[in-house]
């Protein structure tokens, strides 16, 4: 496992779109366990792919209740709403308001390749969309409403 370098704002990588992960070997098992100990290194909350340079739709998040990975996650379900603050690994020191869903579901693939689930309310719903929109080249700035 290595820590990895997290791309700072201004990175044209950050804002291209990543491409689906067609099949899981090993080089995508490693980038999974980089992704985890760069995303604990830096004191995260989650990390998508991209941050790091691989233009892959990958997410790692751990809210505190243990790491989650997600291949090719999607959200199929959103309800209610919440405000609160959000801040970037990619955007270090900058924080900024940002109405996201109070609860989602996401679907994607764990490391085995079995198709998963995740439900998640608060913080996790809001790490699971904020990693998502990583993934389509979006920062939480771009969603900022104060």
Known sequence: ???????????????KKSREVEKIDQRILTLLDDMIETMYEADGVGLAAPQVGILKRIIVIDVGEGVIEMINPVIIETSGEQIEAEGCLSIPGVTGDVKRPEKVKVQGLNRQGKRIEVIGEGLLARALCHEIDHLDGILFTDKVIK
């Open 1 to 15: 496992m290595a820590i990895r370098n997290i791309l700072k704002d201004g990175d044209p990588t950050l804002r």
